[in-house]
């Protein structure tokens, strides 16, 4: 199928169907039905199209195409003349037209139709550019016309009718797969493309490997030689080469080459983590940079921070970032110790090379290379368990 021009009518059938936003704008893996459609119909060479909707359904159709394509969208009783507009405009090379009547999904190019089965009807047809712009001019009955002059196209010919939900989710699985294919066939190991989902725009790189429970949404970036998974979920993140995501969950981050992260990890919108990191379990890391070689192992909240390279950050460390007023920022910089149950109020700034005593409450800036120690000195009391066990059994 490489017809240049596509005419795609986007029928109001909520009334019918009972959902609250057409069949064609109904998702699938999180994406409308006709982006899939028209990204396939793109693949497979067509160039302009003409979409026919009601004015409230333009904005949302309109999000289903790529900035750059080259749509012409119409609604209302001049649609006829902006057709014909449309029709007249192509490139005279192109005598026949795509035209969609109804929800139509387009089979990808990763899988074959089955001829097993007697053909069915999808809603397709392909018309003669010429013969349609005539019929315009006549005020033809459209739907005769199409029956008359047009080939119906089925599922043989990859097109197919989409009348419920459930004939919706029988595609899930089918793109899911083709999805993965591509990725595959570019040199990405999946384990289990039964438990794997990626958005269609999503870019992984040669030698990666994607684990069971791996979900990849948006616009995410994974570089060459990454392992992903298992369990992990990303949403617009960017994965630099040889870096590691383990049972994790990332939303608009940046992770840097050869860093691990995880497992039960959750880096949250903001975050910048940089090369030879370490990011562990149960560690929250919210709008923060996290400098080069900085290790972040586990039990550690680090919120609306600037970390320097090389910081260790021992267990139970928290940015105390909120006054129930304002957030503030954390300053730590180059090769700092963090010690263990750290809270760091913010704003406050360590020097480099600075040390905090494991339990402290760090309030004051620290000098470079200090140790700042903000606890109570440890009191011994003789006896006093045992006295205590006394009260106890009286």
């Given amino acids: 199928m490489a017809q240049r021009s596509a005419v795609i009518f986007l029928t109001d059938d909520t009334a019918k169907t009972g959902y609250n936003r057409p069949l064609m704008l109904q998702n699938v893996m999180g994406r409308p039905m006709l982006s899939w459609l028209a990204a396939e119909l793109a693949a497979g060479g067509c160039e302009r199209f003409f979409l026919a909707a009601k004015d409230t359904l333009i904005e949302s159709a309109r999000a289903c195409f790529p900035e750059e394509a080259n749509v012409t969208f119409s609604s209302g009783p001049d649609t006829s003349d902006q057709l014909h507009v449309f029709l007249s405009t192509a490139d005279d090379a192109d005598s026949e037209v795509l035209v969609l009547t109804a929800p139509v999904m387009r089979l990808p190019g990763s899988a074959a139709p089955d001829f097993s089965k007697p053909p069915v009807a999808s809603g397709a047809y392909l018309v003669g550019r ?47 797969r083709d ?67 383990k ?35 149960f560690v929250e890391v919210k709008n923060s940079t996290i400098g080069d070689g900085t290790k972040i192992s586990h039990l550690t909240y680090v919120g609306d921070s600037d970390v320097g390279k090389n910081v260790n950050f021992g267990c139970g460390t928290v940015t105390v970032n909120y006054d129930r007023a304002k957030k503030h920022r954390t300053l730590i910089g180059d090769n700092c110790f963090i010690g263990c149950n750290s809270n760091l109020v913010a704003p406050v700034t360590l020097g480099s090379g600075a040390y905090t005593a494991a339990g402290s409450t760090i309030t004051d800036d620290v000098p470079d290379n200090a140790l700042a120690i903000a606890r109570a000195r440890q009191t011994i009391k003789k006896d006093w368990a045992a006295n205590h066990k006394v009260k106890e059994q009286k």
């Fill in 130 to 176: 010429r013969a349609l712009m005539d019929a315009i001019d006549r005020h033809d009955g459209f739907n005769d016309f199409l029956g008359e002059k047009g080939k119906a196209l089925s599922d043989r010919d990859g097109f197919y009718s989409i009348h419920t939900a459930t004939d919706l989710a029988a595609w899930q699985p089918v793109l899911r």
């Fill in 179 to 245: 999805i993965l294919t591509r990725l595959a066939e570019n040199g990405v190991e999946i384990w289990d493309f039964d438990n794997c989902y990626v958005d269609p725009d999503v870019f992984v790189g040669a030698g990666t490997v994607l684990l069971p429970g791996t979900i990849l949404r948006g616009r995410t970036v994974i570089g060459q030689n990454c392992t992903i998974g298992p369990n992990t979920y990303l949403e617009d993140t960017k994965v630099d080469d040889g870096a590691s995501v």
């Fill in 247 to 281: 049972a994790s969950h990332l939303y608009d981050a940046i992770v840097g080459y050869e860093t691990t992260v995880g497992p039960y990890a959750y880096v949250r919108p903001g975050t910048v983590i940089g090369s030879h990191c370490r990011v562990g379990d």
